[in-house]
């Protein structure tokens, strides 16, 4: 463990190359663990093995990574089989692969440059795995392409996280590719609520249906100011069922998000078709300055949904109810308070007896506010919307 300052006064640090044989995890690279400071270093060289890094394997309590350029190649590689008869991780990234520990942990100011792939656990051009609380990254940029096969994750900036997570100023120019999750600054964070705040992607990202976006594959937590090409849409998937999720612009933006799960609020919004899951419980989708062409809620046999609408002179054109629902007793309720006209609301919710295929019920409230989880007030006068197939 290193716990001192180690001050590269911008030195560079060439034809490092470390290979890992022994096919089990072994958390290579310049650094092996650190709760201490890295900072003013230009490192260059071949690293691979299984959980490999170009400058820091796992960081530690209150350790700090700045101001650090790796050129460092890295191959991530798959592990002997375990005794459990499972193959060992093979994470891969540039700057550090893993946070570890607690205290606080600060990566900043740091670029990749060289290109990073893995078989196995995920890739990623500045941190692999977030694995701790009140972990920063920021001003940080990737410009390597980054690869990952099978199930593999891959990003710009932060691989996977489980754990809070603030992700500042970040950039990524490079090409992003994975079979699963891919994210231009992150690819996948779905367990505790992060932020990503003013990054920029200007690479290609391409991953799994709903899996892959311009800034995160699939996430949980706020992003706020933050830009792609256009070309692509922003984020694969947002949200689950227990928490809120929040896209904020200053300025009114038009953006493409593949799905969204639970409750979630737009902040100077435009979206032409925002999909999401019609899931058993009680959610909002609160609109500030926003708008959504068509909204589509699909249901996974859900039993009962009840979803507010919220915001004042925003607008949703159209509903779309589809999917499964559980039997007779199910329903799906939508509490308009005008950001919809009831006429633009559409029923293909279905179940299935003995009798075969049925309609769901679906129907509309002029008003009702989102409060503690609840809806208030629950009940009042409805109008029933009518099943109908959808077209194909």
């Given at each position: 463990m290193f716990s001192g300052i180690f001050d590269g006064q911008n030195h560079e640090i060439s034809g490092m190359n470390i290979v890992s044989r022994s096919g089990k995890s072994s958390y290579r690279a310049l650094f092996g663990c650190v709760n201490g400071t890295v900072e003013n270093l230009t490192v260059k060289g071949i690293v691979s093995g299984v959980d490999v890094a170009g400058v820091v394997a796992a960081l530690f309590d209150n350790g700090t990574v700045k101001n650090v350029n790796s050129y460092v190649t890295i191959n991530g590689q798959t592990g002997d089989k375990s005794s459990e008869n499972k193959l060992q991780q093979g994470k891969a990234a540039g700057i550090v692969l893993a946070t570890k520990g607690t205290g606080s942990r600060l990566i900043e100011n740091c670029k990749n440059y060289a290109s990073i792939s893995t078989t196995t656990d995920g890739a990623s051009g500045i941190i692999c795995w977030v694995d701790c609380e009140n972990t920063i990254v920021k001003d940080c940029e990737n410009i390597g392409n980054i690869s990952a096969t099978g199930k593999a994750n891959a990003a710009g900036i932060v691989g996977t996280c489980n754990k809070t997570l603030s992700i500042e100023n970040c950039n990524n120019k490079g090409k992003i590719q994975s079979a699963s999750n891919a994210g231009g600054i992150?690819?996948?964070?779905?367990?505790?609520?992060?932020?990503?705040?003013?990054?920029?992607?200007?690479?290609?990202?391409?991953?799994?249906?709903?899996?892959?976006?311009?800034?995160?594959?699939?996430?949980?937590?706020?992003?706020?100011?933050?830009?792609?090409?256009?070309?692509?849409?922003?984020?694969?998937?947002?949200g689950v069922s227990v928490q809120s999720s929040e896209i904020e612009f200053s300025t009114k933006t038009?953006?493409?998000?593949?799905?969204?799960?639970?409750?979630?609020?737009?902040?100077n919004v435009e979206i032409q078709k925002l999909s999401g899951k019609c899931g058993t419980g009680v959610y909002e989708i609160k609109l500030e300055n926003s708008s959504i062409e068509e909204l589509e809620l699909i249901g996974s046999s859900v039993a009962n949904n009840r979803t507010v609408l919220s915001g004042s002179n925003e607008t949703v054109g159209r509903i779309v109810i589809k999917g499964t629902c559980q039997n007779s007793g199910s329903f799906v309720y939508l509490y308009l308070n005008g950001l919809c006209a009831k006429e633009n609301v559409s029923n293909h919710l279905s179940y299935t007896d003995g009798?075969?295929?049925?309609?769901?019920?679906?129907?509309?409230?002029?008003?009702?506010?989102?409060?503690?989880?609840?809806?208030?007030?629950?009940?009042?006068?409805?109008?029933?919307?009518?099943?109908?197939?959808a077209s194909n």
């Open positions: 992150i690819a996948n964070s779905n367990t505790k609520a992060i932020s990503i705040l003013n990054c920029v992607n200007s690479g290609l990202v391409s991953g799994a249906d709903n899996k892959f976006g311009e800034i995160a594959g699939s996430m949980i937590g706020l992003v706020k100011g933050c830009k792609g090409t256009g070309s692509q849409q922003l984020i694969g998937t947002i038009a953006i493409k998000v593949g799905f969204f799960e639970g409750t979630i609020t737009l902040k009798s075969g295929k049925k309609g769901g019920r679906v129907a509309v409230f002029e008003s009702g506010t989102y409060e503690n989880g609840q809806v208030n007030p629950m009940e009042g006068e409805k109008t029933q919307i009518v099943y109908s197939e």
